[in-house]
């Protein structure tokens, strides 16, 4: 009779991926920070190595950044309760793209526009801005506002990578990042100071698509860095989340709150 067999080695594995990428603990909570610090700082590499001439040791950085985000693309779908789903989500077709522009460069530069397709999961992938209002003061005072500068800060590289990739070949003003940069900034913010153009139909529009997008994102962070900060809270009658700091009455519906005391301002 055969007695009782302890899990499989893919059992094994499987709770282990799910401990990090879903757990509620200490160490699943540093996994997935450190996976999103490693995110923000592919976005330097990108920047940093697109002033310097290919070499095999970029390659070689490359391909083990990309081995690193197959590894982290496969785990998320072993660990996924509704993969068909997650497989047809832009977000992973985009994260597809730039994973294979890491270990399988198209056209040396050219494949920079790709891996910025990364950055799109910056700010929706790991689930760690609850996590965030609990460990940070900070963040549950002033999350809108850092939210508002993330979002405008993922629509610049998206933006600066587009204009270098579309114009660094045939736009003797545009040279490097920076020069990509220094143009988005400036036609998002309107200022125009013509000294950088992007000639053409589809330079128009790249122009017309920064300030369109470009200023409701900056539009939104002015609003969040001008008005009142809110606490976030659940009203026990009507659900409504965001309330004044002193706020004693949900200005909704009128019942009496009772908002956490976290004592000295933040």
């Not at 660094?168 to 988005?184: E, K, Q, S």
């Not at 470009?214 to 009203?235: D, I, S, Y």
Request: proline share 4%; aromatic share 10%.
């Amino acid at each position: 009779m055969a007695g009782n067999q302890g899990p499989t080695l893919w059992e094994g594995v499987l709770r282990r991926l799910r401990s990090l990428y879903e757990g509620d603990h200490v160490a699943a909570y540093r996994f997935r920070y450190g996976l999103l610090v490693f995110d923000g700082s592919t976005i330097l590499f990108i920047i940093v190595s697109s002033f310097l001439p290919r070499s095999s040791l970029l390659e070689t950085l490359d391909l083990a950044i990309g081995t690193v985000f197959l590894a982290d693309f496969a785990a998320r779908l072993i660990v996924s309760r509704r993969r068909t789903r997650d497989l047809l989500h832009p977000s992973t077709w985009a994260d597809a793209v730039a994973i294979l522009s890491y270990l399988a460069p198209v056209a040396g530069e050219a494949g920079g526009f790709l891996r910025v397709l990364r950055t799109l999961r910056l700010l929706h992938t790991y689930p760690i801005l609850a996590r965030l209002r609990q460990d940070s003061a900070w963040f549950r005072r002033h999350e809108e506002i850092g939210l508002a500068i993330v979002h405008l800060g993922v629509f610049l590289f998206i933006m600066t990578a587009i204009v270098y990739e579309t114009q660094h070949r045939a736009n003797p003003l545009i040279g490097n990042y920076v020069d990509a940069l220094y143009f988005t900034v400036t036609t998002l913010t309107t200022t125009g100071f013509g000294d950088i153009t992007l000639p053409g139909t589809a330079g128009r529009l790249i122009s017309v698509l920064i300030m369109i997008f470009g200023v409701t994102l900056f539009l939104r962070l002015l609003r969040a860095l001008l008005q009142p900060p809110k606490v976030r809270f659940n009203c026990p009658s009507c659900g409504l989340q965001r309330h004044d700091f002193d706020a004693v009455h949900c200005k909704a519906c009128g019942v009496v709150l009772n908002i956490p005391d976290e004592g000295a301002a933040f």
